[in-house]
Nanobody
Framework: QVTLVQSGGGSEQSGGSLTLTCAASGHTWNPYCMSWLRQGPGKDQRDEVAVIDDAGTFYRASVKGRFTISRVNNTLSLQMNGLKPEDTGKYYC????????????????WGPGVQVTISS
């Protein structure tokens, strides 16, 4: 069992920056990949925002050049710069016992999510 604890998020104005962090604990000795997904306002699905796995890093087209995903041991981060109102949503950290996460919609473990609200 892996527990994901998220921090960061909040409200920011357009053009601002926020950092999200996700700390994994528990059975972290198994190799696993990690991702950030976002659930937009009024939407049910969670869309991939950024992924870091054995194949590299992947970003949603709309956040490329603005967001940076990084991982140090069992801590995943998402540095979000140049924020836009369309970045608003609930951001989830997710981990899967696999070398590859890109394109995955189902994960073994999920964080509780943090709200990010960007005003214009």
């Amino acid at each position: 069992q892996v527990t994901l604890v998220q921090s960061g998020g909040g409200s920011e104005q357009s053009g601002g920056s926020l950092t999200l962090t996700c700390a994994a604990s528990g059975h972290t000795w198994n190799p696993y990949c990690m991702s950030w997904l976002r659930q937009g306002p009024g939407k049910d699905q969670r869309d991939e925002v950024a992924v870091i796995d054995d194949a590299g890093t992947f970003y949603r087209a709309s956040v490329k050049g603005r967001f940076t995903i990084s991982r140090v041991n069992n801590t995943l981060s998402l540095q979000m710069n140049g924020l836009k109102p369309e970045d608003t949503g609930k951001y989830y950290c997710a981990a899967h016992v696999s070398k590859f996460c890109h394109g995955r919609t189902w994960y073994n473990y999920w964080g509780p999510g943090v709200q990010v609200t960007i005003s214009s």
